[in-house]
């Protein structure tokens, strides 16, 4: 399979569940958490060079185990949650600069990891990250209806027994599942765009939850046809590429929004 095919692949992937996913990042305003969880992943590619590990599984591990420490930071009374996300984000991606530099010897490039290198997935990263996607597409269709209600009705659903926290607590390992898998396409400092801005452009042109989600998954895999297809014919980076057209699709998006109004 050619190389334009694989990062064809495993873009469309993530793209198609970071759009629903990041819908959730959007209504519940944890932007921070996944810039956070974005950044900590640098540190499981140091632990993937030192260990000499397949990189996708070791930075899907090092993401899970960071959402445990992440709410312990949050749930601190004398630390502003945003304060606490922003401690633990800039601090992780210092370490995970460091831990990479140290686990490769100081000779590798981290651009890479900064901004993704899609181009540059083999088959088995493809195969990896399509795994993954179908783990977190197939877990947030089960639970689409209840993460909804808990999102927009918070206290009926805790009146109505809905188990809120460990819902609250999945949604944040699926988005650490996502943010992990697609640090490979747009890298560690622009993954967070790739959830957010589709899914706040599909918000201003659809209005319920579910229409929301189909189209961001669309605005999403726009961008990354997209960002493919600059690269190719202009030769630039693929992963910020592909944000440059959603942010694009975006400003459409607000124009149509202020036409409509």
């Known amino acids: 399979m050619s190389f334009i095919a694989l990062a064809a692949a495993a873009g469309l992937a993530i793209a198609l569940v970071a759009g629903p996913v990041g819908c959730f990042v959007v209504w519940r305003r944890m932007a921070y958490f996944g810039d956070s969880l974005a950044h900590a992943a640098l540190l499981g590619v140091g632990i993937g060079l030192l260990l000499d590990a397949n990189l996708s599984l070791s930075i899907v591990a090092v993401c899970l185990l960071s959402v445990p420490l992440i709410l312990?930071?949050?749930?601190?009374?004398h630390v502003a949650d945003d304060?606490?996300?922003?401690?633990?984000?800039?601090?992780?991606?210092?370490?995970?600069?460091?831990s990479v530099s140290l686990a490769a010897g100081g000779s590798i490039d981290l651009s890479s990891f900064l901004f993704g290198d899609i181009l540059a997935l083999s088959e088995t990263d493809v195969a990896v990250v399509i795994?993954?996607?179908?783990l977190v597409g197939f877990t947030l269709i089960f639970l689409w209806k209840k993460?909804?209600?808990?999102?927009?009705h918070s206290e009926l659903?805790?009146?109505e027994g809905l188990p809120s926290r460990q819902l609250e607590i999945t949604l944040m390992l699926l988005i650490a599942v996502l943010?992990?898998?697609?640090?490979?396409v747009v890298g560690a400092l622009l993954i967070g765009s790739l959830l957010i801005i589709p899914a706040a452009a599909a918000g201003l042109l659809t209005g319920t939850p579910e229409r929301?989600?189909?189209v961001a998954a669309l605005f999403a895999s726009a961008a990354i046809i997209g960002g493919l297809t600059l690269s190719w014919f202009l030769d630039t980076p693929a992963g910020p590429?592909?944000?440059v057209v959603a942010t694009a699709i975006f400003a459409v998006a607000k124009l149509l929004e202020k036409l409509r109004n």
């Open 72 to 77: 312990l930071l949050t749930n601190s009374k």
């Open 147 to 152: 993460l909804v209600y808990i999102t927009i």
């Open 157 to 159: 659903a805790s009146i």
């Open 212 to 214: 929301m989600g189909w």
């Open 131 to 134: 795994a993954m996607c179908l």
């Open 83 to 98: 304060t606490a996300l922003g401690i633990l984000s800039h601090a992780s991606l210092a370490i995970g600069i460091t």
């Open 241 to 243: 590429s592909a944000v």
């Open 179 to 184: 943010v992990a898998v697609g640090m490979q």
